[in-house]
């Protein structure tokens, strides 16, 4: 009989008894915020007793509290199969052939219902089977390289990516998609940029915010364009694949040093700051927006440059912050430190003291900026020249992020002080630019009228 209410216990299991209602039957549910109709879902082992699990006609699951339910009933029953079923993924000569590392991300997934976790769905059987227009776009292979959440991605496995990024370049593929959690996807982008330099092919980073099981998932559109991108665009640069409107209508292709993530659940979230895309991309084509990019070659020639110094901080400044602040990554034996600071590139005059600790003790430190979008400019205000007086050092408009990667980057290579601040600003590929685009800053704001004029008559 358990198997009948998989994962329920305490109040939620007597509910469901009590009206002999199965999980995988379809039931109606009377609660006191009104009807819902469904499929009954198992439980996670981990969950309370207090909900009940239904996916309803929309496909989307909700919870009832066991507490608003007046009454049920069990309209029908049938076992629910939700693995993806694995076809062959079919080989099409003439098309290209593109390889799928996966770090952990949930491109095609489905539910696991024993736990409540998105299990991933990899093979290309699997993926085939979840996305059958793969086929029509590229011939594919598979390598599960991690398997961690994105938070977990770090520099050891940044270095393994290059060194298999570079392994299947001289093996001769086509272009190269790297399945990956959003949350840092852009961490990653900035790191294979400057380890896997002059690639002759494509390296496109996809994830999804939505998993598949969800009826306004973006992981089958996204991973679809990915694969078009590696396949067939001739921008041989690695990049970040994701939507570009809120809609269905194109992704964008970002540059993997000038790309953010600006939302938490926004299927549109990845942006480009400070510049334009690379370009647009649907199923069927892909359309440049910049024409200065690094295109594909038919050699196998790249430089794989897998170097990393771990002890790299950063530190995003806030009013009234203290000298302690920085003092603990000097006294932890930190390397280099980024700055986040605010303006053009300020911080309070209480950090003066471990500023001038960490030029004594040969510590590189860099200032970027809070804004994001501009440069920093520390000659405007008495403030930037004091910080450039006691060693700061300007890093124009670098995202905070890619700073933080590209001094890591640079001091697995050398701890020389005049060196390192010379990698620093000598830029690898656009992590400083020599001016933003008039069209580089663009932040919609709704409720002024232009805005609402576009967006009701233009772009409904």
């Known amino acids: 009989m358990e198997d009948l209410f998989q994962g329920y216990k305490g109040e939620a299991l007597a509910l469901l008894k009590k009206y002999k209602v199965r999980v995988w039957g379809t039931a109606i549910a009377d609660t006191t915020r009104g009807r819902f109709e469904g499929t009954v879902l198992p439980r996670s082992e981990n969950d309370d007793d207090q909900h009940i699990v239904m996916k309803i006609v929309t496909g989307y699951n909700i919870g009832i509290d066991v507490q608003t339910v007046t009454k049920m009933e069990e309209t029908g029953y049938k076992k629910a199969n939700y693995a993806i079923p694995e076809k062959q993924f079919p080989i099409t000569p003439g098309l290209p052939y593109v390889k799928l590392f996966g770090t952990g991300g949930t491109i095609a997934s489905r539910l696991d219902y024993r736990t409540g976790a998105v299990i991933p769905a990899?093979?290309?059987?699997?993926?085939?089977?979840?996305?059958?227009?793969?086929?029509?776009?590229?011939?594919?292979?598979?390598?599960?390289?991690?398997?961690?959440?994105?938070?977990?991605?770090?520099?050891?496995?940044?270095?393994?990516l290059a060194k298999a990024i570079g392994q299947e370049i001289e093996n001769g593929i086509d272009g190269i998609v790297i399945g990956h959690g959003t949350d840092t996807l852009h961490h990653t982008a900035a790191a294979l940029t400057f380890m896997v330099q002059d690639s002759p092919i494509p390296i496109v980073l996809v994830g999804s915010q939505r998993s598949s099981d969800r009826p306004s998932s973006d992981a089958a559109l996204n991973l679809?364009?990915?694969?078009?991108?590696?396949?067939?665009?001739?921008?041989?640069?690695?990049?970040?694949?994701?939507?570009?409107?809120?809609?269905?209508e194109y992704g964008l292709l970002h540059k993997g040093t000038r790309v953010r993530k600006m939302h938490s659940s926004y299927r549109s979230t990845f942006r480009t700051i400070g510049d334009t895309p690379l370009a647009r991309i649907n199923r069927n084509e892909i359309m440049p927006i910049k024409t200065n990019y690094k295109k594909r070659r038919n050699d196998r020639n790249v430089k794989i440059m897998p170097f990393f110094e771990p002890k790299v901080g950063m530190l995003y400044f806030w009013p009234g912050m203290q000298a302690d602040a920085l003092d603990s990554f000097i006294d932890s034996g930190y390397k280099g430190i980024i700055i986040v600071g605010t303006g053009l590139g300020h911080v309070n005059k209480s950090l003066y003291p471990a500023i001038e600790r960490a030029q004594e003790k040969g510590i590189p430190v860099f200032m970027t900026l809070q804004t994001l979008w501009g440069y920093v400019h520390m000659f405007v205000y008495d403030t930037g020249r004091d910080l450039m007086a006691k060693g700061i050092i300007p890093l124009g408009n670098m995202l905070p992020e890619?700073?933080?990667?590209?001094?890591?980057?640079?001091?697995?290579?050398?701890?020389?002080?005049?060196?390192?601040?010379?990698?620093?600003?000598?830029?690898?590929?656009?992590?400083?630019?020599?001016?933003?685009?008039?069209?580089?800053?663009?932040?919609?704001?709704?409720?002024?009228?232009?805005?609402?004029?576009?967006?009701?008559?233009v772009h409904k």
């Open 122 to 160: 990899f093979s290309p059987g699997e993926l085939y089977g979840a996305v059958p227009e793969l086929a029509e776009i590229c011939n594919l292979d598979t390598e599960k390289v991690f398997a961690v959440f994105s938070e977990n991605m770090g520099p050891e496995q940044y270095m393994s």
């Open 224 to 248: 679809m364009h990915a694969m078009k991108a590696a396949g067939s665009s001739d921008i041989a640069e690695v990049m970040v694949c994701m939507f570009g409107p809120t809609s269905d």
């Open 402 to 457: 890619v700073a933080w990667v590209k001094l890591g980057w640079v001091l697995g290579q050398t701890s020389d002080y005049e060196e390192v601040k010379r990698m620093m600003l000598d830029p690898i590929n656009d992590e400083i630019t020599e001016r933003e685009p008039y069209n580089g800053y663009l932040v919609y704001q709704g409720g002024v009228p232009e805005v609402e004029d576009f967006v009701k008559d």
